[in-house]
C-alpha cells in the first residue's frame, strides 16, 4: 500500500534548480535510504514534501491525503546542526515538544505528557539525561534526544535528515535499531543517509538521487554498481572491489 | 527627594518604567533567541521620524497618535530591511545599519525643522531621542501600561509555542505551527515595546533595555522560563531605578540611567552569574586543577 505518492516535483534554491521530475511512491512499512552526492538535494527533498520549502510544481500525497490533513501522522527529524543547541532547554523539554500537537496550543503539558515523553527519552537509552541542559549533551546524544521527539510523536510516516551523521557507533546502532522496530511497528521511514559501505545493511529499499531520481526500488535490485556511479559520476571507486 | 514615592503621579511613573521593563525584557528574551537583538536597535532608531510627523499632522503631542506613527515607522524600517535584504547582495547587518543611521537622521531633521517652526508646543519633542520618564502625563501612562500588558499576556500564554518557534521553526512548522504568524505577532511586540518605550527611555537607548535584560538573565539559568522571568526581574529592576535615579537631578533623562542601570545588572552576572560567570568558571577550574594535583595527573 502506497502512504506517500510524489509527481513531477521540482524545486530551486535561488537561481539554481536543485530538484526536478521527482516522482515516486513509497509503501507502508518500507525502511528507504535516499543517497546521493552533496548538492544533490536530498535534504530539499523531505522540506519540499513537508512545505518548509516552496516547490515549482508538482504535488505530494500523504495516505491519500494531502499535507495538512495527515500533519499529525508525520514525524520529521531535522538536522542536528538546524537548531542552535545552547538555547536554555533540557532533554525531557525538547522531546515533550513532539507533543504539542497533541497537547494543543496554548495548554500545558500534563504529567501523562510528561511520563510519555520520560519513556521515549527512556527508549533512546538516555533516560538518566532527561533534566540535562541540551548544550551539555554530545552529538550522539543530541541525536538521540531528536529521535526521541519524533517517537513520541507516534506518527506513521517518519522523514530524517541525515540522523546518522556525526555520531558515535553505539548511538549508531541504537538508533537503527529504532528505525528496525518502527519498520517491524508496520511504521514507514524515510532517512537521508550518506553512508554508502552501510545501505545494503541498513536500508530495504533504496533512492538514488541526484537532482532527480536516478533510480528507486528494492535495495538488493538498485544498489549496484552502475547506478551508484550513474549518481555519483564516474570518479567514484566501487567500494566492493577494494 | 522622597516626596516623588508620595505623589500619585510620580508612583504612575514608576509603576510603568516597571511594567515597560518587564515587556521590553520579555520580548527582548524572545529578541534574543531569534538573534534579532540588533534589529531592536534598528527598529528604535526608524521609530522617531514617525513620532515627529505624526506630530507635524495632529500639531500637539498626543502620545497614542504619536504611538501610531512610531509604530508605522517602524514598520516601515523593518520591511525596507527585509526588502533591502532579499532584493540585493546587501546582508542583515548592513541592512540594518542603513536603514537605523537614514530615518534616525531624517527624524532628526524633521525635529529641527518643527523646533524652528512651530510654536511652544513642542517642546518636550526632544525627550523622545534621550527619554523623560518624568514628562509622561497620566494619559501616557494609561496608554503604555495597556500597551505592555497586552504584550507580556501574549507571552505568557504562547509560552510553549514561543519556546517552540524559537528553538526549531521547522518542526513547529510541521506540527502545523504557522511561523509566518509567529514571526509577524513577535514583529508587532517588538514594535509596540519600543514605541510605548521610546518616551521614557528614547530612541537612542530603548534597544539596550531590550538586549541587556536578556543576556545578563541567560548568564543565570538552563532554562528558557526561568530565563523569561528573569530577563523580565532585571528589565523591570533597571526601569525602577534608572527613573528613581533621574528623578534625583532637575533635568536628567531617563533612558541613560535606567540602561546604567540595567548595565550594572549585566556586570554582576558577567562575574557572577551560576551558570556561565566569569568568577564561577574560574573558580571551577581552581577546583579541577586541585584535584588533578591530587590523583597526580592520573585519570580520575
Known sequence: ????????????????????????????????????????????????????????????????????????????VPQR???DWDFPTNALDVVLMGLYGKIGWFKW??????????????KMGMADYANRQISQLSGGQQQRVFLARALVQDADLYFMDEPLVGVDAATESAIMETLKQLKENGKTVMVVHHDLLTVEEYFDHVMLLNKTIVKHGRTDETFTKENVQATYGGALRWMKEA | MLDMFFSPNAQWVLFSALTLGVAAGMVGCLAYW??????????????????IVAFMIIGTKHLPLMILGAAVSALIGAWLIQWIQSNSRVKEDTAMGIILSVFFGFGIMMLTVVSRSAGGNQSGLDSFIFGQAASMVRTDV???????????????????????????????????????LMSTIYLLMLVLVIVIGIQAVGVILMAALLIIPAVSAYYWTHSFKAMLVLSAL????????????????????????????ASVLFLASFLVGARKGMLVKAIQFKIQQRQHALEGGRQS
Do not use: C
Request: net charge positive; glycine share 12%; hydrophobic share 45%.
Open chain 1, 81 to 83: 546542526g538546524s537548531v
Open chain 1, 109 to 122: 503539558p500534563s504529567k501523562k505528557d510528561k511520563a510519555l515523553a520520560m519513556a521515549s527519552l527512556e
Open chain 1, 1 to 76: 500500500m502506497s502512504v506517500l505518492a510524489v509527481r513531477d516535483l521540482s524545486a530551486s534554491y535561488h537561481k539554481n534548480k536543485v530538484l526536478y521530475d521527482v516522482d515516486f511512491e513509497i509503501n507502508q512499512g518500507s525502511l528507504t535510504g535516499i543517497v546521493g552526492p552533496n548538492g544533490a538535494g536530498k535534504s530539499t527533498l523531505l522540506k519540499v514534501m513537508l512545505d518548509l520549502h516552496p516547490k515549482l510544481s508538482g504535488s505530494v500525497v500523504f495516505f491519500g491525503k494531502n499535507l495538512s490533513q495527515t500533519k499529525t501522522r508525520i514525524g520529521y
Open chain 2, 234 to 261: 532585571f528589565g523591570g529592576v533597571s526601569g525602577v531605578a534608572g527613573t528613581v535615579i533621574s528623578t534625583m537631578g532637575n533635568g536628567w533623562p531617563t533612558g541613560p540611567f535606567i540602561v546604567l542601570s
Open chain 2, 34 to 51: 531569534k538573534r534579532q537583538s540588533l534589529m531592536s536597535d534598528a527598529l528604535s532608531h526608524a521609530a522617531l521620524p514617525g513620532v
Open chain 2, 142 to 180: 494609561y496608554t503604555m501600561l495597556a500597551v505592555a500588558i497586552i504584550i507580556i499576556f501574549t507571552i505568557v500564554i504562547g509560552f510553549k509555542e514561543w519556546k517552540l518557534f524559537l528553538f526549531d521553526v521547522n518542526f513547529a512548522k510541521g506540527l502545523g505551527m504557522s511561523s509566518r
